[in-house]
């Protein structure tokens, strides 16, 4: 009796899982299915969810019409470069307060924080006329720039979480042992982390492969990645739904594949920590 | 992992430090994405066999994300652009600004005098051209004939607003999908307000009067939005309060509406077999007349794309030479050399109205002209603004959204129309007061 309650409870949890993760996966999935169709199948009532003739009309139009690669490289750098970056600076950030906290520690974490409160097109105007003054436009080195800066405080904070986790007697006994700070965060530290920092890059690579407003607003052509790809393919006049989701399709596939196979590394980093 | 870090790092920096060394002029044009634009792009090559020593660099984005971009751009000085397209709105506010170059370089065998008088003045300041038009469009009512005729309709060559209120109740047939009538309902500048700010024309009414007071409240007005929302809520397709251009597009492309007003360009979507599912079944007339000799006989829109150089641009040469060769008489030929007379781009030169191949293969190409033509712009003793179906002052945009978004609260009930108009007017009075007008 007991096991038959257990077998309907597990089918009943299995079938609401799937339920929510296919929710959550639809406006993909129909990305997907849009980006095989017509412009006219794309847009017509009743949707057509499968039964349609599948063409890669739309790939092959997006790839004459701009060159997918040039944007793809861009988007790899800027997401990488700026995520580097912003290692370099946050773990020796976040060593720092986890391991020594002042008492003000918790006020410059909140501060660091608040800074990503301002809407960013309040300081479009001073950044863009830096960015001129300097010849930054249009470049990749600016746009790392920008995209660390503004990626900056939740590297420290979720670093901080993970470093807070990892006991300070360990820490300890690799000073006592005679290593130097260099060794101690590089070779004790860093490793104990590995985890959380795997799942902070992670993180840091989609949140800047994602970036909308700065990419768009800060490139032309150059430097620009694959958010100004997607924005090439909307148009205010005529019908564009089917081109504009392969264009996506195309966009998200390598984040899309990174993604699937670190999985395990991501959701063992987000968790990392709950349970002591 | 730490490797693989500092290699990408690494490549990034190298990346950056490799510029190229540049051996000949490359432009960047700024455009949105829309079909004749694209193919613009599809025949750069040729434009880059006759000129060598230029190359053409495109960037195409959203119509919004572009404003925005070219605005920031032109406004700090930072020349990221070289060819901008810009629309009627910006190009006198911008010129005024001294923010673009004249276009004086454009050659002998240019011939200006083909353009189109209306667009040609439209995009004109101190009789100096500040942009070349690339196509034009002013409004077009777009009906059914099949629907009309099984409705025993004969569409006037003048329509007036009585009998498209009439035509409207007798083509809608709910039960089949069919709605009498399709309208912007989106609220913004350029998306409910240019349908409505054209509509209040048709009925006699402006944005604002000689002394620059708004007129939300005025007669015309008050006629002009509480027919189009006693239509749209009666014979229009459910939630129209979120539909634009593409909106109605789509659904007059599925055979749902009886009748569409909107931009002119309109027509040679729906004629298109490869979009629409009507092609055949389109017919074309005038936009609507609400009282006696309504202004421009109801063609109050007018807006054209066109191509035009920041005052920031090292290349204003080359971008010329550029700019000649995308508007010239020369450029149509080739567009329809290589893609048929159908798709050149339209609206901007009196030539190509003449050319009976363009005529016999765009069905829509006489009333487009007649549109066009009859659509002036200029400012007049009514009316001190530039500008139809918007007004060339910068406060517009803002105004603009504001009130198209009481339009679209009365569009879907939650507000009455005169509660609509009144919030308009107050909110119009406070920024031009704000802004300091009149000036």
């Known amino acids: ?276 | 992992m730490r490797f693989s870090m500092l290699t990408a790092s690494a490549c990034a920096l190298i990346a950056v430090a490799a510029t190229s060394a540049e051996a000949q002029t490359t432009l960047t044009i700024g455009t949105v994405n829309n079909s004749d634009m694209i193919r613009m792009q599809g025949l750069t090559p040729e434009f880059e066999k006759a000129h060598p020593d230029i190359k053409v660099n495109w960037v195409t984005l959203e119509e919004n994300i572009l404003r925005q971009r070219v605005t920031t751009d032109i406004a700090t000085g930072g020349g990221q652009f070289d060819v901008m397209t810009i629309g009627t709105y910006e190009v006198p506010i911008w010129a005024k600004q001294e923010w673009l170059k004249p276009l004086d370089g454009l050659g002998d065998g240019y011939d200006m005098d083909d353009l189109i008088p209306a667009i040609r003045s439209a995009l004109s300041s101190d009789g100096k051209l500040y942009a070349a038009p690339f196509y034009a469009e002013s409004v077009l009512t777009l009906y059914r004939k099949d629907l009309f005729e099984k409705a025993g309709l004969t569409m006037p060559e003048k329509p007036t607003w009585d009998f498209i209120a009439e035509a409207a109740e007798k083509v809608t047939d709910k039960d089949a999908g069919i709605y009498g009538i399709c309208l912007r309902g989106k609220p913004g500048w350029g998306e409910n307000m240019a349908f409505l700010g054209n509509m209040a024309r048709e009925f006699g009414a402006n944005y604002f009067d000689a002394d620059w007071k708004p007129q939300f409240e005025s007669e015309g007005w008050k006629k002009a939005v509480t027919l189009y929302v006693d239509l749209m809520q009666k014979y229009g397709p459910p939630g129209a309060a979120s539909n634009g251009f593409n909106e109605n597009l789509q659904l007059f492309g599925q055979g749902k509406c009886g009748m569409w007003m909107d931009a002119s360009v309109a027509a040679s979507f729906v004629t298109d077999p490869k979009q629409s599912q009507v092609p055949d079944k389109v017919g074309f007339a005038p936009a609507p007349c609400g009282v006696e000799g309504c202004p421009n006989d109801g063609f109050n829109w007018l807006w054209a794309w066109s191509l035009a150089i920041p005052n920031s641009s090292q290349k204003a040469e080359a971008a010329q030479t550029f700019i000649s060769w995308a508007t010239s008489k020369e450029y149509l030929e080739l567009v329809a050399e290589k893609e048929g007379w159908a798709n050149v781009p339209p609206g901007t030169r009196t030539s190509l109205y003449e050319n009976s191949k363009y005529t016999e293969a765009a069905p829509f190409a006489e009333a487009t002209l007649n549109a066009i033509q009859h659509a002036d712009p200029s400012p007049t003793d009514d009316k001190p603004y530039y500008g139809l179906q918007f007004a060339a002052i910068p406060e517009f945009q803002g105004i603009g959204t504001a009130v198209g978004q009481q339009m679209a609260a009365a569009l879907s009930g939650s507000a009455t129309v005169d509660q609509a108009l009144k919030q308009s007017q107050a909110i119009a009075e406070r920024e031009m007061s704000r802004a300091g007008y009149p000036k």
């Open chain 1, 1 to 276: 009796m007991a096991r038959n309650v257990t077998t309907g409870r597990k089918i009943g949890t299995t079938i609401l899982a799937w339920f929510v993760g296919l929710v959550i996966f639809f406006p993909i999935l129909w990305t997907f299915l849009t980006s095989f169709k017509t412009e006219l199948q794309a847009i017509s009532i009743p949707p057509v969810f499968v039964g349609f003739d599948w063409t890669l009309e739309n790939y092959r139009t997006i790839q004459t019409q701009s060159n997918y690669f040039h944007f793809m490289a861009n988007s790899i750098y800027l997401s990488l470069g700026s995520t580097a970056l912003g290692l370099i600076f946050a773990i020796p950030a976040a060593w720092a307060m986890a391991f020594s906290p002042t008492k003000r520690t918790k006020d410059v974490l909140l501060w660091m924080l608040s800074t990503k409160m301002l809407p960013a097109v309040g300081v479009l105007i001073p950044i863009y006329l830096l960015f001129v003054r300097f010849g930054l436009l249009d470049s990749r080195l600016g746009l790392i720039v920008v995209l660390f800066l503004i990626n900056l405080p939740i590297i420290v904070w979720m670093l901080y979480t993970y470093f807070k986790e990892i006991p300070g007697e360990i820490l300890e006994a690799a000073r006592m042992d005679g290593a130097s700070l260099g060794k101690e965060i590089t070779q004790v530290l860093a490793p104990m982390a590995v985890p959380g920092i795997a799942s902070t890059i992670l993180l840091n690579v989609i949140l800047s492969w994602n970036e909308a407003f700065w990419t768009l607003n800060l490139t032309t052509s150059n430097a620009a990645p694959l958010t100004a790809f997607i924005a090439s393919f909307s148009s205010p006049q005529g019908n564009f739904y089917a081109k504009l989701s392969a264009a996506s399709m195309l966009a998200i596939a390598p984040i899309l594949i990174v993604g699937w196979f670190s999985q395990k590394q991501l959701v063992r980093g987000l968790t990392f920590g709950a349970v002591k």
